[in-house]
């Protein structure tokens, strides 16, 4: 059984930091990618970072700078540096793993840890 645990979240005020961890187990064969998205209560999830086993990163617009992710693909573990947070930066951060096996692509998530940026 695959499994993704995060760790990391908390409060922080605004312009602090934080780094997030994620930790895949299980027989996870395939493992193309993994990433961080968000989601507020009563919207979408939205995608955050990712990063594929071909050492290749992407960020959405609204955190690029700000935020880095860093994938270590034989440990099956991501990260994710969260700088300069924001206020609307609160969410809950789930962490993705994406396989690809014989060309058809499967997610995994995780539970999801808070992050709540407030003074």
């Known amino acids: 059984q695959v499994q993704l645990v995060e760790s990391g979240g908390g409060l922080v005020r605004p312009g602090g930091s934080l780094r997030l961890s994620c930790v895949a187990s299980?027989?996870?064969?395939?493992?193309?990618?993994m990433g961080w998205y968000r989601q507020v209560v009563g919207r979408q999830r939205e995608f955050i970072a990712t990063?594929?086993?071909?050492?290749?990163?992407d960020y959405a617009d609204s955190v690029k700078g700000r935020f880095t992710i860093s994938g270590d693909f034989v440990n099956k573990t991501v990260y994710l540096q969260l700088n300069s947070l924001k206020p609307e930066d609160t969410a809950i951060y789930y962490c993705?793993?994406?396989?690809?096996?014989?060309?058809?692509?499967?997610?995994?998530w995780g539970q999801g840890t808070q992050v709540t940026v407030s003074s």
């Open positions: 993705n793993g994406h396989v690809v096996l014989v060309g058809i692509g499967y997610d995994y």
């Open positions: 299980g027989k996870i064969g395939g493992l193309y990618a």
């Open positions: 990063s594929t086993n071909r050492d290749t990163t």
